[in-house]
């Protein structure tokens, strides 16, 4: 048996549940279930693959090799050992429009995918089945699932991925072996980038944009477009403090419109954004030597930060984060961010 590192695995952080997975391929003993659960781009998707991989690599180690037909086809998705589904795999014959408005997993896409599970591998060692975005199981997906897990078929790994393990039903997650995947350092994750051939400087910066999720920075570095928009979004919420009220209330209006037009995601992230900004301003009006997000606009963070004061700062990031939770309530979106705007401690 050959030991090789985490790096071989190619996963930035998750050192616990990358070395949990190793030891259980090394013993013979993967588990029936797996349930890997955390925030959008933290690398849940990749550790399922890479899972997928070694347990069907032809050099039979704890690792993948990369080189092998096997790591290959897996890698390009056409093993006929390993299946994937997800709401995109499920909306692939849809407009994009009309995708994006799937609401849950069906219960006939569950079906398909787990149809032959009782087979034998075909070319692999073991069959594996990852299933995307299990907190959106329909109740009739769920308890087609959970017929498979009460009794395992003895060749097949079954992979579930979820975005919030709170919202899977409870006697699917303890079917399953739970692996819960948390923001990475952005110690760990600038490196990485640097072995990709981004500079130190450009690496860092991605690195503090992504908070910690490894899949986002990787979009900031290889996607000018993603780190434009984010520059560019973050401008706009900070030129709120300067416009007239009027283009404000404009502003405000398209954001009631985005949140009642089905655009809810797009509207939490704003504010999330929003509260990262004013993060970076209490911590640097503070004198807090904690990291700050917007690594690259430090001179603004700073200027702000003098003209505003810790208690208006702190005061304005515990109103966003009220805001989110207004938003969760049914409150109306126009208010809410009417209530924002008259609130932002710096407006001129
Ligand atoms: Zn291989």
Redesign the pocket.
Known sequence: MQTIGHDSWGIVGHHWAVDMLRHAVAAQRPAHAYLISGPRHVGKSLLALRLA?TL????AGDA?????R??RRIAKGNHPDVRIASLATQGATLKAEEAARQRDVRIETVRTWLADINLRPYEGRRRVFILDDVERLSEGAANAMLKVLEEPPPYATIILVAHTAGDVMATIVSRCQAIKLRPVARDAIAPWLMTQGVSERDAVTYAAWSEGLPGLAHQYAHNPEAAGQLQAQLDELLSLSQRPLVECFKWVEEQGKAFRGGEQAAVYDTLLLWQRWWRDVLVVAAGVPDAITWVNRHADVTRVARGTGVVPAAAFVRRLVLAVRQLRENANPQLVFEQLILQLPDRQ
């Open positions: 991989q069907n690599c032809e050099q993948p090799c990369d080189e092998c096997s790591c």
